[in-house]
């Protein structure tokens, strides 16, 4: 494995940290161990083992020849708190329904977390702060679930967290990471991306001081006009930040391996959502929206003993789609409750929709169809077959014939087959967000979705 720039090396860390957890277990027919991470706001089409030109995942490209890699994987929203609820309930948004700030996740459904605790997993997870907080439900099931604002804080409470695994059990690790994220927009210094050096100049010399002194927070609020090397600079910062994270994750990955915490594990790299970089609106915010560019994520699926590497999947999967696969590779029951199916199972059918939703729009995708829906029916569809870049939208302004003629039919069958599935008890209101997180959350370009004034 390649070492490149800063790399803090966790063997100095969690040395000793949890004793002969990484032993095997001494019961072959032990479920395996599970290691979910999510790297916040990464683009499918910015990693390396997906086609991107830019050295920007080395480590991760050498992971997914180990791997099952998907390369058709849709987040459930743009927006991290949807699709992390998605990620670790396996429920639709319209399912779960937190997707607003005020609402949590009704106690008497299950994550993940608690799925496993409940089979004897310890379970340990580490998040960015914000919406991935307790009172959302996240923590439900972790015996270990801390708060860290960087990766290298992450490093810093694995540590603790790790001490609690048992030697001989499987334990479920959880790792949130945001370094891939804009960081704060306010005031001068910002420069949208910041990635540590020297990942900050890695694919631009002097990518900061191109950018440095602009009115950020304008610029992803509103219509902005930056010249193409602004453009490229702030391109250049957000994959400055990717390097920096895949860095990170060669550190762990060798340390893991080295104490035999991959021997019997099954590992799910993936993302919540992508990214715009103003590739078809005028500003920056908004994560890709519905686009492909925000709803297409990577995932890698490593399974024990490299069983189906280098596998490559082009049917549409789904972050609803990891707990069954979980459930699945660990023996135990399935839950017929959840809309989703196991990763490593039959293709789903090229008719079959997967969603994507906050309140009052969203979309559904298939093998060759996109609808973007409001309330009131369908507003846009794409041809992901012609038109993969969604460079041509059937709408009432344009191509308005076949519009009329598709969106009906597409918009019903796909609202269908989502009516179809279980309804879970509803959300519950938790009330706002403190001042304090609702103003963190507003420097990072989350001004619409946390409440408050």
Not at 34 to 44: E, F, N
Not at 163 to 182: E, Q
Not at 201 to 215: C, I, N, P, S, T
Not at 309 to 336: K, M, N, Q, Y
Request: glycine fraction near 12%; aromatic fraction near 10%; charged fraction near 25%.
């Amino acid at each position: 494995m390649r070492r490149e720039g800063v790399v803090i090396v966790l063997a100095s860390v969690l040395a000793g940290a949890c004793g002969g957890c990484g032993s095997p277990s001494p019961d072959a027919d032990a479920p395996p161990s599970v290691i979910l991470i999510s790297l916040d706001t990464l683009r499918y089409d910015h990693c390396g083992f997906n086609g991107y030109e830019r050295d920007t995942t080395p480590f991760l490209d050498s992971f997914a020849e180990q791997c099952v890699v998907f390369d058709r994987a849709y987040t459930t929203m743009s927006w991290t708190l949807i699709a992390h609820m998605s990620m670790l309930t396996g429920l639709y948004p319209t399912q779960h329904g937190v997707m607003e700030a005020e609402l949590a996740l009704s106690p008497e459904f299950p994550t993940l977390a608690q799925r496993l605790e409940d089979e004897g997993y310890t379970n340990v997870g580490v998040h960015y702060p914000g919406w991935l907080d307790d009172r959302f439900g996240f923590g439900r099931g972790f015996g270990f679930y801390e708060s860290a604002p960087s990766a290298a804080e992450a490093e810093r409470k694995l540590k603790s967290g790790l001490k609690g695994i048992r030697p001989g059990w499987p334990y479920f690790m959880f790792i949130h990471l945001f370094d891939i994220h804009s960081g704060s927009l306010v005031g001068p210094m910002s420069t949208m991306y910041d990635p540590p050096a020297p990942y900050d100049e890695m694919f631009m010399e002097g990518a900061r001081d191109k950018v440095r002194g602009l009115d950020m927070q304008a610029w992803w609020d509103k219509p902005a006009a930056p010249t193409p090397e602004q453009l490229d600079a702030i391109v250049a910062l957000y994959d400055g930040g990717i390097r920096y994270t895949d860095s990170m994750l060669e550190a762990w990955f060798t340390d893991w391996e080295e104490r035999g915490l991959l021997d019997n594990t099954i590992v799910i790299i993936t993302s919540d959502h992508g990214e715009g970089l103003r590739q078809r609106l005028a500003r920056f915010g908004g994560h890709g929206d519905l686009n492909e560019e925000g709803l297409r994520i990577p995932m890698l699926v490593r399974l024990p003993g490299g069983e189906r590497s280098g596998e490559r999947i082009d049917s549409l999967v789904s972050l609803v789609d990891i707990v069954p696969t979980v459930l699945e590779f660990a023996g135990f029951e399935a839950d017929e409750r959840l809309p989703g199916q196991s990763l490593l199972g039959p293709a789903r059918p090229g008719d079959e929709w997967v969603y994507a939703a906050r309140s009052n729009i969203g979309a559904a995708v298939r093998a060759d169809r996109k609808v973007i829906y409001r309330e009131a029916g369908p507003a846009l569809v794409y041809d992901l077959i012609a038109d993969p870049g969604e460079l041509q939208p059937m709408g009432p302004g344009k191509e308005r014939e076949r519009f009329l003629a598709e969106a009906p039919g597409l918009f019903e069958d796909a609202r269908e087959q989502l009516e179809g599935y279980f309804s879970p008890p509803s959300a519950r209101n938790v009330g706002e967000l403190d001042e304090e997180t609702r103003n963190d959350l507003k420097a990072l370009g989350y001004g619409g979705e946390v409440g408050g004034d």
